[in-house]
């Protein structure tokens, strides 16, 4: 395929995913201050008692522009699925006087992983409040593009390095991670100029980079030995495989298996598409960890 005809199915692709309209969820809880620090929760679609989770974080570059809305046909679509969904928004870039450039800031240190850690912590009881028919024993984490580094990270805070105000001081109760091309390997990120230097960007700058990414690349927090399944579209444009390939890599060096699910012919917003096969394949990835 030419590199016109990449780009134009990119494109297509794309306007597939963000055409559905938004879908309201069944119920909206803060765990925090902020107008950013919020859950939104869908019941399962079948009424069942007992449903497994699953948390969604949402993508966008961790860039402000991006917010939770365009995954809530994706959340809906997993609610009819018989889950029980919970779809996390956090603090996201913002006009930080070091990164000024051209385009939105990608995230914001620290807030962005202070949101995603209080809201993993908040979860269970917040889940008891707003989601009585789920089971919050069984909670599985998805995360698509930026939003697959956080959902990795959600699952390693048991091995940060000392010190770290995230950590956990045993393995969170997760029934595994399924990360949706996910920006997992943050040197590979770089090298590929993924998002536009959107993972500087989340660490502040290149100052501080080294020092940070020790504290939230997914590829060096391993093993976790959390069960973690990556699926990955084999034409993704904007976090070619080649990210998610290093991250299965950095794990077997690590002895831990991940799971790469390839999905030939697919870009990189068909997983989050529920009028795709390819979310399909994410339904019943999160189904085989959840059930």
């Known amino acids: 395929m030419s590199d016109s005809a990449a780009r134009d199915r990119d494109a297509a692709e794309t306007e597939s ?3 559905h309209p938004p879908v309201a969820p069944d119920a909206s809880a803060a765990y925090g201050n902020h ?20 948390v969604v974080v949402h993508g966008g570059a961790w860039r402000a522009p991006y917010d939770r809305q365009h995954v809530s046909p994706f959340a809906d679509f997993l609610a009819r699925r018989g889950f029980a969904v919970a779809s996390v928004e956090y603090r996201r870039g ?13 995230g914001r240190w620290p807030e962005t992983f202070d949101d995603v ?5 908040a979860l269970p009881d917040l889940l008891a409040r707003e989601l009585p028919e789920a089971d919050a024993r069984r909670i599985v984490v998805t995360g698509h593009s930026a939003g697959g580094q956080l959902a990795l990270w959600a699952a390693a805070r048991h091995v940060l390095p000392e010190g770290s105000p995230w950590r956990l001081p045993a393995a969170p109760p997760l029934r595994g991670v399924v990360a949706l091309a996910p920006i997992a ?15 500087v960007q989340l660490l502040g700058g290149e100052k501080d980079f080294e020092d940070r990414a020790a504290h939230v690349d997914p590829a060096a927090l391993l093993p976790t030995g959390i069960a973690t399944t990556v699926v990955q579209g084999t034409t993704d444009l904007d976090v070619p495989k080649a990210v998610s390939e290093a ?3 950095a794990a077997a060096k690590a002895g831990e298996t991940v799971g790469l699910t390839l999905l030939p012919d697919v870009g990189h917003y068909p997983l989050i598409d529920p009028a795709t096969d390819a979310c399909a394949v994410v339904a019943e990835e999160l189904a085989q960890l959840a059930w």
Request: one cysteine or more; aromatic letters at 6%.
């Open 247 to 249: 991250f299965v890599d």
């Open 17 to 19: 995913a963000l055409s």
């Open 117 to 121: 850690a209080a809201a993993m912590d």
């Open 185 to 199: 390997d943050f040197a590979t990120a770089v090298e590929l100029d993924v998002c536009s230097g959107a993972v």
């Open 35 to 54: 107008p950013d620090q919020l859950i939104d929760f869908y019941a399962p679609r079948d009424g069942r008692s007992g449903a497994p989770v699953v």
């Open 94 to 106: 913002g006009e930080i006087p070091p990164q000024r450039g051209s385009g939105p800031v990608a």
